[in-house]
């Protein structure tokens, strides 16, 4: 008998490895109705470790940047007309897709593109008062590279002035961009200030997917 449960339960394994469901905590149950990812696609120092956080504490699969890897690996897989998420599609949450050392910024580059890939996802476009955003910017230290606003200047070749208009230019560009692209899709989008909002906000507009619980909120990462 013993024998004969456990190559069921080795089957029922390899049955959800091979679907690529995500790994819930013991708290959790399943899906509510069926998500295939989730996309974090505003820019870094608004909130994304919180973001990334909250879902990981929630049971859902989540990655956060990893040492650009999510970055280099979207831009990578995009130049060698692979599927965006070819090496990294275990998570199902994504956020800070990006690689300051080479200028990849791949959640303006291929929010589209994930989006016409993987049907029936959800993206976060996380935001926060510009000025403190630029703010918090000039004070981040990248792990790898050391201060962000010089790594930068010296990817650009630019001056600090030259830099913070460049920011401001791809904030409002790509806020205003990721809108009018979402404009008659308002359950696929969801705008959240990580300074103003509260977190039900967040958990309302996943809710019919997930249950999640607003008591694992909170704020990670903070640069003044």
Same mark, same amino acid.
């Given at each position: 008998?013993?024998?004969?449960?456990?190559?069921?339960?080795?089957?029922?394994?390899? =049955?959800?490895? +091979?679907?690529? /469901?995500?790994?819930?905590? &013991?708290?959790?149950?399943? /899906?509510?109705?069926?998500?295939?990812?989730?996309?974090?696609?505003?820019?870094?120092?608004?909130?994304?470790? +919180?973001?990334?956080?909250? #879902? =990981?504490?929630?049971?859902?699969?989540?990655?956060?940047?990893?040492?650009?890897?999510?970055?280099?690996?979207?831009?990578?897989? /995009?130049?060698?007309?692979?599927?965006?998420?070819?090496?990294?599609?275990?998570? +199902?949450?994504?956020?800070?897709?990006?690689?300051?050392?080479?200028?990849?910024?791949?959640?303006? =580059?291929?929010?589209?593109? =994930?989006?016409?890939?993987?049907?029936?996802?959800? #993206?976060?476009?996380?935001?926060?008062?510009?000025?403190?955003?630029?703010?918090?910017?000039?004070?981040?230290?990248?792990?790898?590279?050391?201060? /962000?606003?010089?790594?930068?200047?010296?990817?650009?070749?630019?001056?600090?002035?030259?830099?913070?208009?460049?920011?401001?230019?791809?904030?409002?560009?790509?806020?205003?961009?990721?809108?009018?692209?979402?404009?008659?899709?308002?359950?696929?989008?969801?705008?959240?200030?990580?300074?103003?909002?509260? *977190? &039900?906000?967040?958990?309302?507009?996943?809710?019919?997917?997930?249950?999640?619980?607003?008591?694992?909120?909170?704020?990670?990462? *903070? +640069?003044?």
């Amino acid at each position: 008998m013993n024998k004969i449960y456990n190559s069921y339960i080795k089957m029922y394994k390899n =049955l959800i490895n +091979t679907y690529n /469901y995500p790994i819930y905590n &013991s708290h959790k149950e399943s /899906y509510k109705q069926p998500i295939n990812k989730i996309f974090q696609i505003g820019f870094n120092k608004c909130g994304t470790r +919180t973001i990334h956080n909250f #879902f =990981l504490r929630n049971g859902v699969k989540s990655a956060h940047w990893e040492n650009n890897k999510l970055a280099d690996t979207i831009h990578k897989n /995009y130049n060698n007309n692979l599927p965006l998420l070819t090496g990294i599609d275990k998570y +199902t949450v994504y956020t800070d897709m990006e690689n300051v050392d080479t200028q990849i910024y791949a959640h303006i =580059l291929y929010y589209k593109e =994930l989006d016409r890939q993987y049907p029936n996802s959800k #993206f976060i476009l996380n935001i926060r008062d510009r000025d403190k955003w630029i703010t918090s910017r000039l004070n981040h230290n990248n792990l790898k590279s050391g201060k /962000y606003l010089i790594t930068t200047m010296n990817y650009y070749d630019y001056t600090e002035e030259q830099v913070i208009n460049m920011w401001i230019n791809d904030w409002e560009n790509h806020i205003r961009d990721v809108k009018d692209y979402f404009k008659d899709r308002p359950n696929d989008l969801l705008i959240f200030d990580i300074e103003e909002d509260n *977190v &039900s906000k967040l958990v309302k507009f996943f809710s019919p997917y997930l249950d999640l619980n607003e008591d694992f909120w909170e704020i990670k990462g *903070v +640069t003044k």
